[in-house]
């Protein structure tokens, strides 16, 4: 366990007496030899060297179960490791969990399935990009591979099988959204034109209030909380085909957004025209029991464009209407952190990304101002 003495000239028969410390000496975890002192009595020497001990052999039971565990999950091979992690993912939107699953069976298990665990560094992660890449995987695509991987391996290293995370040092996939297709005022009143009712009242909710199609789909008039502002509380999940909770809010979580006068009188006349159920003005057309699916809003866009290739222009899709809420936001100097509130966006980054471009150059104006108030 270790020894107890006295730095002096006295024998040991004579410490009791002897005025001089007592000195403990022992082995460290690293093996190290080492000494404390400092002790008036032998009694509390002895009780310190107690108690290092005890330390000691709780670290090392600690660390060989630690060890044990790196062990055991070491040798299992990615695929076994990844879907006892995939297990724990319970907090995952249906659609999020399907795009999980897909990224791991088509673009992850068929690469690293089969390596263990135990055998990762840079230099394999480093290669798995590569592989993606001379597959032509795209860009995007690549990104979210690399972040499922990461987060695999960041649970592995929490375990214990890494001292290391290995894709420290590894540079990701640079994947950055292309610049949105956005419509004019001029086909935005040609798309409007073109359209049934219903069309119409959902080309006003996204243009005019920033909703995905899916939550344009779930209009409720009984979410108008003022006469300007309407709470975003659900959407149309379309793995489900139910009304569901908001992306990237919990459950019973919303978002309010602006709510422009010509928005609230469409959404009105589309309810005194065509009525209710339980507030929702837009059903299966097949089934009034089920909500409206967005697949059929994509299929009646599709057809469309087909038909009026002059008022939809290609490279415009759908979701373009949404930019435009987004676009005018940022025109009329609407602060982005609002704009990414009222957009839903998971981060501002995101909103930055898409819009950057369109946001009014700031340089220019600022020069303005400070040569203003340094004349004042």
């Given at each position: 366990m270790g020894?107890?003495?006295?730095?002096?000239?006295?024998?040991?028969?004579?410490?009791?007496?002897?005025?001089?410390?007592?000195?403990?000496?022992?082995?460290?975890?690293?093996?190290?030899?080492?000494?404390?002192?400092?002790?008036?009595?032998?009694?509390?020497?002895?009780s310190r060297l107690s108690e290092i001990h005890a330390a000691k052999s709780q670290a090392s039971s600690s660390s060989g179960f630690r060890q044990e565990r790196a062990d055991r999950y070491g040798r299992m091979t990615f695929k076994e490791y990844a879907e006892q992690w995939r297990?724990?993912?319970?907090?995952?939107?249906?659609?999020?969990?399907?795009?999980?699953?897909?990224?791991?069976?088509?673009?992850?298990?068929?690469?690293?399935?089969?390596?263990?665990m135990n055998s990762f560094d840079h230099r394999v992660v480093d290669d798995f990009i590569r592989t993606l890449e001379v597959a032509d995987t795209g860009l995007a695509t690549q990104s979210n591979a690399f972040d499922k991987l990461s987060a695999v391996l960041t649970d592995a290293q929490r375990l214990g099988i890494y001292d290391f995370n290995p894709t420290d040092g590894v540079k990701p996939p640079q994947y950055t959204p292309g610049r949105a297709t956005i419509p004019t005022v001029e086909q935005l009143r040609n798309?409007?034109?073109?359209?049934?009712?219903?069309?119409?009242?959902?080309?006003?909710?996204?243009?005019?209030?920033?909703?995905?199609?899916?939550?344009?789909?779930?209009?409720?008039?009984?979410?108008?909380?003022?006469?300007?502002?309407?709470?975003?509380?659900e959407q149309v999940n379309q793995a489900t085909k139910d009304y569901d909770r908001l992306k990237h809010r919990k459950s019973g979580e919303y978002r309010e957004v602006p709510l422009p006068p010509r928005i609230r009188q469409s959404i009105e006349q589309y309810a005194a025209e065509h009525g209710s159920i339980d507030g929702y003005l837009l059903r299966d057309p097949r089934d009034s029991s089920r909500p409206f699916q967005p697949y059929l809003l994509q299929n009646?866009?599709?057809?469309?464009?087909?038909?009026?290739?002059?008022?939809?222009?290609?490279?415009?899709?759908?979701?373009?209407?949404?930019?435009?809420?987004?676009?005018?936001?940022?025109?009329?100097?609407?602060?982005?952190?609002?704009?990414?509130?009222?957009?839903?966006?998971?981060?501002l980054d995101m909103t930055f990304r898409i819009y950057r471009h369109l946001m009014p150059g700031s340089i220019k104006s600022a020069a303005e101002s400070l040569d203003f108030a340094l004349v004042a």
């Open positions: 020894t107890v003495f006295k730095r002096c000239n006295h024998s040991s028969d004579e410490w009791s007496r002897c005025q001089h410390p007592y000195v403990i000496r022992y082995r460290s975890l690293s093996g190290r030899q080492t000494e404390q002192g400092g002790f008036r009595t032998q009694t509390k020497a002895v297990l724990g993912q319970r907090h995952l939107a249906p659609s999020s969990a399907r795009h999980l699953d897909s990224l791991l069976k088509h673009h992850i298990f068929p690469v690293l399935g089969s390596r263990r798309i409007r034109q073109i359209g049934d009712d219903r069309l119409r009242l959902i080309c006003d909710l996204m243009s005019g209030c920033g909703m995905r199609n899916s939550e344009a789909v779930a209009v409720n008039i009984d979410n108008i909380v003022a006469d300007n502002v309407y709470r975003i509380t009646q866009w599709q057809r469309l464009k087909r038909a009026n290739r002059a008022a939809i222009p290609d490279g415009m899709v759908l979701y373009s209407l949404r930019h435009f809420f987004a676009s005018r936001c940022l025109q009329l100097r609407i602060p982005i952190t609002d704009v990414a509130d009222w957009m839903g966006h998971k981060s």
